[in-house]
């Protein structure tokens, strides 16, 4: 069964602070996702992840891609209000098949 | 148009009816995918459709669910004698070809309430 896990699910953060968001995936894919997705709001694509050890930022968001371990990180540097939002991570199915596999999401809060 | 675009963007149905929810992607966009999102949940994946392809249906979760696509244009989802659970917000995305690593452009959902 394929399975993205990611963690926490939920996290509330001061801003100013760093942490990062975890997401494990189940198989040999390479091309990993992250979204970000607004109360109410559809998801906007955050960042495209095609090979192991890549690495890419955006402001204040930073996510990486380890296929051995089949992790992949978004780190979140200084974190600001405008930041909270739920973040999903996602990844294709493999061989054959082309659905894009989401986690649960983790809902971010970035209080003062 | 310039994003992906759903409507109804919020249906309110009576049990045992049925409902078509519409998407028309992103012009020159040949991978068309049909996601559902239940209050607070992820996403679960229902179908997606790569050009001329037979469509790959296997998320959809019974066969009171349909879609269909004409080419490369506008999908209709179609749920049929709609139930209480099929309460969600379903979610239209398109991308450029399914086989490049291109990401997912969505649309802004189609909210589905059934009383």
């Known amino acids: 069964e394929l399975k993205v896990e990611q963690n926490p699910l939920f996290l509330s953060m001061q801003e100013g602070k760093n942490y990062t968001i975890y997401c494990n995936y189940s198989?040999?894919?390479?091309?990993l996702y992250w979204y970000r997705q607004d109360p109410g709001k559809s998801l906007e694509s955050l960042f495209v992840l095609l090979s192991n050890g890549a690495v890419k930022q955006e402001g204040r968001l930073m996510a990486s891609l380890d296929t051995k371990a089949r992790l992949s990180t978004l780190h979140i540097t200084a974190a600001v209000h405008d930041l909270s939002a739920t973040y999903f991570c996602a990844e294709y199915s493999g061989a054959g098949s082309y659905q894009l596999t989401f986690g649960k999401g983790t809902k971010l809060s970035v209080i003062p | 148009g310039a994003g992906v675009s759903q409507s109804p963007s919020n249906k309110v149905t009576e049990k045992g009816k049925d409902v078509e929810l519409r998407c028309d992607p992103i012009s020159g966009h040949t991978a068309l995918y049909w996601y559902r999102q239940r209050l607070g949940q992820g996403l679960e994946f229902l179908i997606y459709?790569?050009?001329?392809?037979?469509?790959?249906k296997s998320g959809l979760p019974s066969d009171r669910f349909s879609a269909e696509r004409t080419g490369e244009s506008v999908s209709t989802l179609t749920i049929q004698r709609t139930q209480q659970e099929d309460s969600a917000v379903y979610l239209c995305?398109?991308?450029?070809?399914?086989?490049?690593?291109?990401?997912?452009?969505f649309g802004e959902g189609s909210r589905l309430t059934v009383l």
């Open positions: 459709f790569q050009g001329n392809s037979a469509p790959d």
């Open positions: 198989t040999t894919s390479d091309r």
């Open positions: 995305a398109s991308s450029l070809w399914v086989r490049v690593a291109g990401e997912l452009f």
